[in-house]
């Protein structure tokens, strides 16, 4: 596995000393850094005459930028969104279709926790569960007075 990107300064250090004539095993010992890595850099350097890092490879991401922070707004003013329901608004708003697990990414990368819904519970109940004045006006519905277990219930002494 690789280990932490050089900065482009010591790169150009150690292609400055090998050029000098100094060997792998002195450079590598003055900058801390494995044989190898000397070694590496310094093919890279005389083959591709840079010592830039190559622009990232591996799959393109989904969402841009700007959408991933319209969504974690979106997330911000509806703190109770599943991430299923997250996945939703970017596939009806901004025509992107994602996956919920996509989206719970994108809730992590912005330090926000992602939301799953809670199985076998209605979404009214489980709105209720997450939003107290939700609650209080089921059991203040007129159907709901007089069978609520809750408001005919003693209080507590």
Avoid at 13 to 21: P, V
Avoid at 71 to 94: G, N, S
């Amino acid at each position: 596995m690789p280990g932490k990107p050089k900065s482009e300064e010591i790169k150009k250090l150690i292609i400055e000393a090998k050029q000098a004539g100094e060997t792998d095993r002195v450079v590598a010992a003055r900058f801390h850094v494995s044989q190898g890595t000397v070694s590496n850099i310094y093919k890279r350097w005389r083959e591709e005459r840079t010592v830039k890092r190559r622009r990232g490879s591996g799959r393109p991401r989904k969402t841009t930028h700007e959408q991933a922070r319209l969504l974690v707004r979106q997330v911000k003013k509806d703190p109770f969104m599943t991430a299923v329901q997250m996945a939703q608004y970017e596939r009806d708003h901004l025509n992107v279709n994602i996956s919920d697990r996509t989206a719970r990414r994108i809730l992590a990368n912005a330090a926000l926790p992602a939301r799953t819904q809670v199985q076998g519970l209605s979404d009214q109940i489980l709105n209720a569960f997450l939003n107290p004045k939700i609650l209080v006006d089921l059991y203040l519905l007129p159907a709901y007075v007089g069978t609520s277990t809750l408001l005919d219930s003693q209080p507590y002494r």
